[in-house]
């Protein structure tokens, strides 16, 4: 994993640096980020040039995080480090914790990372700041939660108990006890799982308490939600993931609108209910994989209005960096652009496009990404030449060099692209 894992794992004590707390886990959104971005104070120009260049550094790690890039963002943790040096003592002091997220973020997507090496960089974190020590412990321990290493997890908890609050602890406590009979017996129903399954039952009244205090309590939502499942209370699972998903009192939550579609769906809930989830969730992450799934939703809905949300969506999700070489959402789109002209809505077409006429173009058909999707992924470019037709005209540079392309393979395909776009294209004057 380069030398990233070494970095983090390094102790900064030896010079009285700092680090430190907190993670973030969705991997797309970073909203916290984007408040430290351009916040720079200068006062004088080698202040303003480590300023520039940390700030600068943090929009690179920001846009790599975005685009799932995880080792060019552990590369930009590199300059990143130097944060800790700086003379602005309000920048030092929020450094650990932005470190702690950004670290920790890298560390559980990177392919290469492992359980070892995010242990290690929880333990050198906890040792830098008082303040921090709670929430990289809780953190760390549903780490190993989620990586099923329930006994380390106990471990991890019972070494720091002293630190977290008598209320919180027992709860953390109750849902490693119940993890570990569901992994250890897969639910069987011998007398000792259903013994232990009797004494979470009967203190799950707690955990209830602890959920409806508002907050994020995702892994202890899910674990409650699941135990209820299992006891076939489906009213009060529904009940506990409405409440979470939709109480004011709450934090915005994309995990919460997840969690009740997720259930909505096993239960075979009416599709307008499963709309009315995701809708909100495409509200808070218009790029959330699930949007694909909202999409098809919509477009088979028998009212219009859906129909045109069902063309915004797909929109919504290929505006995001990272989506651009996802092959399905170009197929969508292609698709649904035909369906959307032959329907005669030519105008939810251009209201999508005038917002993105002077963008799109550079960001999505340029000639070097002509070139460069037909030489990773042929079918990918073929899909984005008809949509680059239709939305651009035979004149744009991407379709033009996708349809001069002389592949045996993909000859008729390329023929209909062209085609479909002498029927289809929408350029205009309007446009």
């Not at 009285?16 to 430290?36: A, I, N, Y």
């Not at 409806?212 to 299992?230: A, C, H, I, N």
């Not at 969506?313 to 032959?342: E, P, S």
């Amino acid at each position: 994993m380069s030398d990233f894992s070494e970095e983090l794992i390094r102790s900064k004590t030896e010079d009285d640096k700092e680090e430190s707390c907190v993670f973030s886990g969705t991997g797309m959104s970073f909203p916290w980020l984007q408040k430290h971005i351009g916040t720079v104070e200068t006062g004088g120009k080698k202040e303003k040039d480590f300023a520039q260049t940390t700030s600068a550094c943090l929009g690179f790690i920001q846009e790599a995080l975005l685009k799932h890039q995880w080792q060019q963002a552990a590369d930009y943790m590199h300059s990143y480090f130097q944060i800790l040096e700086d003379s602005d003592s309000h920048k030092r002091q929020a450094a650990p914790e932005i470190i702690w997220k950004l670290g920790s973020e890298i560390l559980f997507y990177h392919p290469k990372s492992s359980v070892e090496t995010f242990n290690t960089f929880a333990d050198r974190m906890k040792n830098i700041g008082v303040m921090n020590y709670l929430k990289i412990s809780l953190q760390h321990a549903l780490y190993l939660l989620h990586h099923g290493m329930l006994e380390d997890a106990n471990r991890n908890l019972s070494f720091h108990c002293t630190y977290i609050p008598h209320l919180l602890y027992p709860f953390i406590l109750q849902l490693l006890d119940y993890r570990e009979v569901v992994h250890e017996d897969d639910y069987a129903y011998n007398t000792a799982s259903q013994n232990m399954f009797d004494h979470s039952w009967k203190t799950s009244v707690n955990l209830r308490a602890l959920i409806q205090t508002p907050g994020v309590w995702d892994p202890f939502v899910k674990s409650y939600v699941e135990m209820l499942e299992f006891y076939g209370d489906q009213d009060g699972a529904r009940e506990v993931l409405t409440n979470y998903a939709y109480d004011e009192k709450f934090p915005s939550n994309p995990n919460a609108h997840i969690y009740l579609y997720n259930f909505l769906k096993r239960e075979k809930a009416p599709r307008e209910k499963l709309i009315s989830v995701l809708k909100i969730l495409y509200q808070i992450v218009p790029s959330h994989k699930l949007m694909l799934e909202f999409h098809r939703l919509l477009r088979k809905s028998e009212k219009e209005d859906h129909h045109k949300l069902g063309l915004e969506v797909l929109f919504g999700v290929l505006d995001f960096a990272g989506c651009t070489k996802n092959i399905t959402a170009w197929k969508y789109l292609a698709k649904y652009l035909r369906q959307t002209l032959m329907g005669n809505h030519l105008a939810w077409v251009q209201e999508e496009w005038k917002t993105r006429k002077n963008w799109w173009p550079s960001f999505h058909f340029s000639s070097f990404w002509a070139k460069s999707d037909w030489k990773e992924d042929k079918a990918l470019a073929c899909e984005k030449a008809l949509v680059a037709g239709i939305l651009l005209g035979k004149g744009c540079r991407y379709f033009r060099f996708i349809s001069k392309q002389d592949d045996q393979v993909l000859r008729k395909k390329i023929k209909q692209i062209k085609k479909s776009v002498k029927k289809h294209s929408v350029v205009n004057p309007g446009l």
